[in-house]
């Protein structure tokens, strides 16, 4: 049974920085887990995805340069450090899982399995 648990998000100030980190269990092949994050009244929008074997990694344009994402094959977690924060980060953030390679930052129909979600809140 696969699952994905999310944590780290809250609160921060504009300029600030958060890691988000997701828990993998249940997958064991080659597979891709992407991070979205969804807006009020806005679609969910894809943030970053990365490869298990090789931590080939793919970003928005909008948090390039500003967000990392990284993995510990050992702790079977991927994280999502987020730097330079912006008001318009704010969203609720999901990690999501797909079993296939990403050749590039793929979309939400391509993953198979979802975290619940975790609220991140950039303001002054």
């Known amino acids: 049974q696969v699952q994905l648990v999310e944590s780290g998000g809250g609160f921060v100030q504009p300029g600030g920085s958060l890691r988000l980190s997701c828990v993998v269990s249940?997958?064991?092949?080659?597979?891709?887990i992407g991070w979205f994050r969804q807006a009020p009244e806005k679609e969910r929008e894809g943030v970053s995805c990365t490869r298990s074997a090789d931590g080939i990694s793919y970003y928005a344009d909008s948090v390039k340069g500003r967000f990392t994402i990284s993995r510990d094959t050992a702790k079977n977690t991927v994280y999502l450090q987020m730097n330079s924060l912006k008001p318009e980060d704010t969203a609720v953030y999901y990690c999501?899982?797909?079993?296939?390679?990403?050749?590039?930052?793929?979309?939400?129909?391509?993953?198979?399995?979802w975290g619940q979600g975790i609220q991140v809140t950039v303001s002054s």
């Open positions: 249940g997958f064991t092949l080659n597979y891709t």
């Open positions: 999501a899982a797909a079993d296939l390679e990403a050749i590039e930052l793929l979309p939400n129909y391509e993953y198979d399995y």
